[in-house]
């Protein structure tokens, strides 16, 4: 079990901004060290153009993204679920470690909204791989 890798699922309702955004931090901080997924309860068509701008800003690209729906597939091959403003939508499977990260949520706001949202994931997913990877 030693070989095995974590899997991280971020939740969010739309899939198009917040999850995204965590999603883009993880790979590029854990690299291939962690398995990443997103998704959404009910997706959006594209994602958030003002999440990808945010995202760009700091030197990640997200434009390849696109929302996908959530499954309990996804819950259940993951080692860690992060909610993000999803309520009561997802799955919950015993022996999963759950986080919810309150957030306030992008859609529909402008860069300058976006931008304290977005340092607060990078701050949070910088103390989830710490701890995932275990360089505290």
Not at 19 to 29: C, E, I, K
Not at 87 to 97: L, V
Not at 101 to 117: C, N, S, Y
Not at 129 to 134: H, P, Q, R
Request: aromatic fraction near 6%; charged fraction near 25%.
């Amino acid at each position: 079990m030693a070989d095995h890798k974590p899997s991280v699922l971020f939740v969010c309702v739309h899939n198009a901004g917040r999850s995204q955004m965590a999603a883009g931090y993880l790979r590029h901080y854990a690299g291939n060290r962690i398995e990443v997924r997103s998704a959404g309860s009910v997706p959006a068509e594209h994602i958030n153009p003002i999440a990808v701008e945010a995202m760009g800003e700091d030197g990640i690209d997200i434009t390849a993204e696109q929302p996908k729906v959530l499954t309990n597939e996804a819950v259940q091959d993951s080692d860690v679920v992060i909610t993000m403003g999803c309520g009561d939508a997802c799955p919950f499977f015993p022996g999963k470690r759950y986080e919810d990260w309150e957030l306030d949520d992008p859609a529909g706001q402008g860069i300058e909204a976006v931008r304290p949202i977005r340092d607060d994931i990078k701050t949070r997913i910088e103390a989830l791989v710490a701890d995932l990877l275990g360089q505290g």
